[in-house]
Nanobody, 121 residues
Framework: QVQLVESGGGLVQAGGSLRLSCAAS?????MGWFRQAPGKEREFVAA????????YYSNSVKGRFTISRDNAKNTVYLQMNSLKPEDTAVYYC?????????????????WGQGTQVTVSS
């Protein structure tokens, strides 16, 4: 089992920044961030491999968001800059032991409780 605890959500104006954190009880193969807005499907945001920090991003956040990890703290971060109202969602941290399905929620075995991010216009 892996426990994931997220923090860092909140309310910010458009153009602002937030940093989300996800502390894991142990490392797995890969960590990811997903988000879900009301009435929408959960969508992939970014992911990072623990071993070599290889990163993946959705097209909608590429160039604005940065995922990183701190091995000593077993913590993954999502730095979100130039936020837009359409980034408003509950953001979930996830972990997986498998190497496939980077962008697929079903490929992730463990999930955090979620943290709300609201971007006002």
């Amino acid at each position: 089992q892996v426990q994931l605890v997220e923090s860092g959500g909140g309310l910010v104006q458009a153009g602002g920044s937030l940093r989300l954190s996800c502390a894991a009880s142990r490392r797995t193969y890969r960590m990811g961030w997903f988000r879900q807005a009301p009435g929408k499907e959960r969508e992939f945001v970014a992911a990072i491999r623990w071993t070599d920090s290889l990163t993946y991003y959705s097209n909608s956040v590429k160039g604005r968001f940065t995922i990183s990890r701190d091995n000593a703290k077993n913590t993954v971060y999502l730095q979100m800059n130039s936020l837009k109202p359409e980034d408003t969602a509950v953001y979930y941290c996830a972990a997986t032991e498998t190497w496939t399905g980077v962008h697929v929620a079903q490929a992730y075995n463990y999930w955090g409780q979620g943290t709300q991010v609201t971007v006002s216009s």
